[in-house]
């Protein structure tokens, strides 16, 4: 079974841009989240997404925001970008109420 | 306000030898306790995870020991291999991983030297 895909794998944008990030959770995975990595923030829980409806946030601004389609897979986008947005944006996916999986990630660098 | 402290930040081990990780958490709400082994450039990887009805579970080398009332609960890696150098990453939650999100510790980087 494919594991948690996430795309693009590297970004590079500057400050103001606006940037979306896109995961496809594991087959039959309806629940999709996602986190920031930073070295001096660690990981860091942004939001969660289940059968398309976010369920529960993190504590980060309104310029994060998440959305989930009907087969499960999910985007996140970013607006206004700023330089302390540069990390590497993991998602996640899980079947029941734990076994979470995490893909790859999304590194991104704002300049 | 960190919820989960891990310590120690760094461990070097000597191939063979028993790695200790050490986990803490406040919220007694906490339900769900998962560990996870980062490389450089990927993802966290799920190693084992432990519910507070339990305190240890065991798979392959990896051990949990988990203390409610001390509200602490430790990674051991037994025969630690040089394979086994990475990243470890305690997690808690109150719903399982999904719905409610993990809090994670900051993490331990662990060497182990052949």
């Known amino acids: 079974k494919a594991g948690v895909t996430q795309t693009p794998r590297y970004l590079i944008k500057t400050r103001g841009q606006q940037v979306t990030l896109s995961c496809s959770p594991i087959?039959?995975?309806?629940?999709v989240s996602w986190y920031q990595q930073t070295p001096g923030q660690g990981l860091q829980f942004l939001f969660e997404?289940?059968?398309?409806?976010?369920?529960n946030k993190g504590n980060f601004p309104g310029r994060f925001s998440g959305r989930q389609f009907s087969n499960s897979r999910s985007e996140m986008n970013v607006s206004t970008l700023e330089l302390g947005d540069s990390a590497l944006y993991l998602c996640a996916s899980s079947l029941e109420a734990d076994s979470v999986f995490f893909g790859p990630g999304t590194r991104l660098t704002v300049l | 306000q960190q919820q989960v402290k891990q310590s120690p930040q760094s461990l070097i081990v000597q191939k063979g030898g028993i790695s200790i990780i050490n986990c803490a958490y406040e919220?007694?709400?906490?339900?769900?306790f998962p560990w996870y082994q980062q490389f450089p450039g990927k993802g966290p990887a799920l190693l084992i995870a432990?519910?507070?009805?339990?305190s240890e579970k065991k798979e392959g080398r990896f051990t949990i020991s988990f203390n409610k009332s001390a509200k602490q609960f430790s990674l051991h890696i037994m025969d630690s291999q040089p394979g086994d150098s990475a990243t470890y990453f305690c997690?808690?939650?109150?719903?399982?991983?999904?719905?409610?999100?993990?809090?994670f510790g900051k993490g331990t980087h662990l060497i182990i030297q052949p």
């Open positions: 432990i519910r507070p009805d339990v």
């Open positions: 997690a808690a939650s109150m719903s399982g991983g999904g719905a409610d999100g993990l809090t």
């Open positions: 087959s039959g995975h309806r629940s």
């Open positions: 997404y289940f059968s398309e409806t976010q369920r």
């Open positions: 919220n007694t709400a906490f339900d769900y």
